[in-house]
Every structure is written in C-alpha cells, then in structure tokens.
C-alpha cells in the first residue's frame, strides 16, 4: 500500500457584480440554504464569507448600469434582482500530477490532471471559473397572499463542464465519460430555472418547479475556499429537475419535499422515472442549526428498479460572535451497477473553522474524511 500526499496551490479572484451575494449561511461545501424561502428558520451562524441579502449594501456595477439607463427603480418596485459574479483562477500541483491514467478511461486528448478533484482539475493552468448573470424575483409566502416568483441564473466558464444536467447544453462524447471531458473548456450552463408560487395556506407554503440547486451550491460567494470536499463533489447531485414545496412550521422548524427526474436530469431522463427528496432545518436557537436531507430513488441508467439512497446532515454553531464550526455528515448506497453482487456505498465527514479576522478578511481550515470501497 502506498500512502502520497499532495499539495495543491490555488490562487482564486472573484467579484460580486450586485449588492447581493447568495448562497448558503454556513461554510461553503455546505449544502444550499433558501435565502428566501418563506418563513424560514431564522439565520443560525452566518459565515463571515456570506451576506444575507436583507443586508446587502448599495448598488454594485449591474444595478448601476441599469440605474443609469433609468431601469433599475422599475426593477425594485417589482422586486426583481439583477446580479451576477465572477471567478478567475490558477492552480498549481507539486505532486507531479499523472495524466492520462487509465483507471479514469479518458479519451485520447483530454486529461485530467488532478483525478478525485470538483473543479480544480488542471494543473499549471489560468482558467475563468464562472461568469454568472442571475436574474431573479423572490416570494414571500408568510405575507398570506398568492405571489409568483422566480429564477434564471445563466452560466458561462471552466465550471460549466461538470455541473451540465441530461438534455440541457451537455456536451458529453460518450457514455463512459460524462460530466468530466465533454466539449470545450469554457461552456455555457443555465444553471438555475425555475418558477416560485406562493400559496396562502397556514403560516405560507411556496411551490418551486424547475431546475434548481437543491443539496449544494457552486457560487464561490458561499464558500470560504476555492476547492471543494469529496463530499461535495462525489456523494450528492449538483442540480434536480422537478417541484418541491417548502412550509415554515414556526421560527425554528421548516420541511422541503418534492420529486425529480434524477440527479442531474433535465430534458432527457436516463430511466424515465422519478426519485423523491426531503431536507428538514431546525433552528435550536439563533447560534445552533441542524439540517437533514435525503433523496432516494432509481437513479441507474435504463434501470427503474434498483434505488439509489443519499442522506446528509449538517450542524452548524456559533461559537463565538467571529467564529463558526460546521459539521456535514453523508451516506449513500445503491445496489452495485452493471449486475454486480452488493450494495455500493459512499460516506465519510468533513468539519470546518470560521475565523472573522475583520469585516472583509476571514480565515478557515477544512478537514475530511471520505470513504467509497468500490471507487463508484
């Protein structure tokens, strides 16, 4: 048995094009947080490298630009949001880092120089991570009348390349390398679409049908690093095509279910049938959150009858007034693809500091442990 150890160097730059940063309160291979969805648990932890949008300062280049051609009061009035990022960076691996290796069966030309890795692939290399237009309406199902909302939120870059659901704008060149190699290096994604509604029932329900980001977040305003956790990369699909609704039982208590094609499934479905999911967030008090989420259903191509199971589940704490600890557990397991005997599995834990330093500078350390037998 040989044990390597790798050392990577990243260096990333990014901007916010908007007075607003979305993402998840908590560290960032957390999984996706609704900023809006209604009612929601009050916000537990916020991370010094988020911001909540209700707090958001003034306008930012895209709001300035739409001011100055008169539309953006037009814009406000309507509650609608025109916002956007950018990310750049530049990797390094002092490992030497192998190409070409035949256990990831890479066609001939393409490499991956870092295998096991999200979007930090390329070794000695300039990339443009994402170039990102949102355009945006939020409901807020708790004022008790009907209201419909939404999101388009359009991709451009590096990122693209990994994040493409079945049908829509996917390049892939065969059925062994999906996701991975397909196409150009900068490609284009709609990321985000989908419709809300409001619906006046008890403390409010709101209704999302689209393709949305449900389990994670890939915008790097939600993240205290650059690279990302196995478990965020392997264990949970980026993105889901289907409806869900979510209810605010009171300030500390709210549900989300609903179904989807798949992971990763948009206008094309691998099997034509559907899975179920659900996320429960309960808000101890406003330093302590707990989230659990689960999805399960039969996920294998042309196969509608062996069912694939994902559950996670995060803790987050403020520690103190500048300090966050955050703890994401997950687990998963489907019957052995291809007629294998068993069950395939996949779990492992991943803990992470938030440090404030100061309003605008923060420090973190992320640690992990990741297990998949099978390498599925």
């Not at 069966?105 to 390329?122: A, M, Q, S």
């Not at 965020?232 to 500390?252: Q, R, V």
């Not at 589940?313 to 007629?339: E, H, M, W």
């Not at 996949?346 to 992320?366: F, H, K, L």
């Amino acid at each position: 048995m040989q044990v390597r150890t790798r050392l990577v160097l990243a260096a990333a730059a990014m901007a916010t094009l908007a007075g607003v940063a979305r993402g998840d309160p908590v560290a960032g291979d957390a999984k996706a947080t609704e900023t809006n969805s209604p009612a929601q648990p009050k916000p537990v932890a916020a991370a010094p490298f988020t911001r909540d949008p209700n707090d958001a300062p003034g306008r930012r280049p895209l709001m300035n630009l739409l001011d100055q051609a008169g539309l953006a009061k037009p814009l406000d009035d309507a509650r609608i949001q025109v916002y956007g990022h950018v990310e750049g960076s530049y990797t390094y691996n002092f490992d030497d880092p192998p190409r070409n290796l035949a256990d990831y069966r890479l066609p001939v030309g393409k490499f991956i120089d870092n295998p096991g890795r999200v979007f930090d692939v390329e070794h000695d290399k300039v990339l443009l991570n994402q170039l990102t237009l949102n355009v945006e309406r939020t409901v807020d199902a708790s004022k008790g009348a009907f209201d419909l909302g939404g999101r388009v939120e359009l991709l451009y870059g590096a990122d693209a390349r990994f994040v493409h659901s079945n049908g829509l704008l996917d390049n892939y060149e065969d059925d062994v390398t999906p996701r991975v190699t397909g196409g150009p290096q900068n490609q284009f994604d709609l990321f985000q679409a989908y419709a809300d509604l409001a619906i006046p029932v008890g403390n409010g329900l709101r209704v999302r049908a689209g393709r949305f980001a449900f389990f994670k977040q890939i915008d790097p305003n939600a993240s205290a690093f650059y690279s990302h956790s196995f478990t965020f990369g392997a264990a949970l699909p980026f993105t889901l095509t289907g409806a869900y609704a979510t209810y605010a039982f009171d300030d500390h208590l709210s549900v989300d279910a609903g179904f989807s094609r798949g992971w990763d499934q948009s206008l094309t479905d691998n099997n034509g049938s559907l899975d179920a999911f659900a996320r429960v967030r309960y808000a101890v008090n406003e330093d302590l959150l707990f989230t659990l989420a689960a999805i399960s259903g039969p996920e294998q191509d042309g196969d509608n009858d062996n069912w694939r199971t994902a559950v996670d589940f995060t803790a987050t704490y403020k520690l103190t007034p500048s300090t966050t600890l955050l703890a994401d557990v997950v687990y998963g397991q489907q019957p052995q693809p291809n007629g294998g005997g068993g069950d395939a599995r996949w779990y492992g834990v991943s803990v992470y500091a938030v440090q404030e330093i100061t309003d605008a500078v923060s420090a973190a350390v992320r640690l992990e442990w990741y297990r998949d037998d099978g390498g599925y």
